[in-house]
């Protein structure tokens, strides 16, 4: 994101119903394995097809995209011209100080906020999750 590059999400929701879900421990056991086990599924089928439901029993629901708001563009827009302009500002007046202990304390936040958001993105992806249930793992084994 930081470096420009398009970045695309999609997602699979289902909503369950509480009356589907056992009160009992062993059902409500078996129900959750069974839950992860169709997680797995999905993502299998993503990751081989693309699709979420192409390689799966489940349902092929159709497809919904959110509308998009005019109300929040226009909100994010303002609070960023707002906060954004005090940014400046404060850096204009760091810049224009003259000192050079200023100018490096602007550059050094500037990088070290680059870094920082460089480095929490890079905590964000995917094969930084957890491998649990991964078939590579159990090969090990």
């Keep these: 994101m ?14 369950i119903l509480l009356d589907e879900v056992p009160d009992d421990d062993d059902g409500a056991s078996k129900y959750l394995h069974d839950l992860y086990r169709s997680k797995d599924q999905l993502l299998d089928s993503y990751l081989n097809t693309g699709s979420f439901t192409e390689e799966n029993d489940l349902p092929d629901y159709p497809s919904h995209t959110m509308p998009r708001r005019t109300y929040s563009l226009l909100n994010m827009i303002g609070w960023a011209l707002f906060v954004l302009s005090q940014i400046l500002r404060f850096y204009y007046n760091l810049i224009t100080s003259g000192s050079l ?21 890079g905590l964000t992806k995917i094969d930084k999750g957890s491998k649990y249930g991964s078939t590579d793992n159990k090969k090990k084994d």
């Design 101 to 121: 202990l200023s100018i490096s304390f602007a550059v050094g936040i500037v990088i070290f906020a680059y870094l920082g958001l460089y480095k929490m993105i």
């Design 2 to 15: 930081l470096r420009g590059r398009k970045v695309v999400s999609e997602i699979y929701v289902r909503r």
